[in-house]
């Protein structure tokens, strides 16, 4: 069954600090894995996009890792800011169809506190 | 273009009443997609058009759900005797057909559906 799964499903942390986001996934044929951050009542907008030849993405502040191997993505967030406040959702998009599915996580729900 | 655009914001409604939403995709985009999202759960794949034609559909669309996209620009979104159950954010994106690994794959803001 293609499934992404994220942890934690929440995380607090303090301005200024950094912060791992976990993102595993079992999905066949793989095409390239994204992630978003979508503030609340928004919808979500990209921040990186990985095929399965690249195993680093920046934007940034944001930094996302790919290990096609293990099948795990992270995204590390540097000098986290108060407007990083938001859920982040980890998506695999497959690689086969007439459109690419995308497959999302649920999302981890950040929240930074001053 | 300002990126996918989605009206109304929010929707308030009874719940038996019927309600529409309406996308507006990023004009170069003939693909388009409605994915349903509640709350601490990512997107749910609704149902994906490619120009007017509507290409697939989810089981999570029920009877009482229906998508045009009729000249395959903007599409509209109807639920018929709304439950509370419906209540969610609905969520529009568009893509270019030609683009095999998504890279343009953009989301609109949405539309929070309530149901009293």
């Known amino acids: 069954k293609n499934q992404v799964e994220q942890s934690p499903q929440s995380l607090i942390i303090l301005e200024g600090k950094n912060c791992t986001l976990q993102?595993?996934?079992?999905?066949?044929?793989?095409?390239?894995l994204r992630w978003y951050k979508q503030d609340t009542g928004r919808g979500p907008v990209s921040l990186t996009i990985?095929?399965?030849?690249?195993n680093t993405k920046s934007n940034g502040r944001y930094t996302a890792t790919l290990d096609a191997d293990t099948k795990q993505s992270s995204l590390h967030i540097t000098a986290s800011q108060l407007s990083d406040s938001a859920s982040y959702i980890c998506?695999?998009?497959?690689?086969?169809?007439?459109?690419?599915?995308?497959?999302f996580g649920a999302g981890t729900r950040l929240a930074v506190h001053p | 273009d300002t990126g996918v655009s989605q009206n109304p914001r929010h929707k308030i409604t009874k719940r038996g009443q019927n309600v529409t939403f309406r996308c507006d995709p990023i004009?170069?985009?003939?693909?388009l997609y409605w994915y349903r999202q509640t709350l601490g759960q990512g997107p749910e794949f609704l149902t994906y058009?490619?120009?007017?034609?509507?290409?697939?559909k989810s089981r999570l669309l029920s009877d009482r759900f229906s998508a045009e996209r009729p000249k395959g620009s903007f599409s509209t979104l109807e639920i018929q005797r709304t439950e509370q159950g419906d209540s969610a954010m609905y969520l529009c994106?568009?893509?270019?057909?030609?683009?095999?690994?998504?890279?343009?794959?953009?989301f609109g803001s949405g539309t929070r559906l309530t149901v009293v």
């Open positions: 058009f490619q120009n007017e034609a509507q290409l697939e």
């Open positions: 990985m095929t399965f030849s690249e």
């Open positions: 004009s170069e985009h003939n693909r």
């Open positions: 993102c595993n996934y079992t999905v066949s044929p793989f095409s390239n």
């Open positions: 998506v695999v998009s497959l690689g086969s169809g007439g459109y690419n599915k995308l497959i």
């Open positions: 994106a568009s893509s270019v057909g030609t683009d095999r690994s998504n890279y343009g794959y953009t």
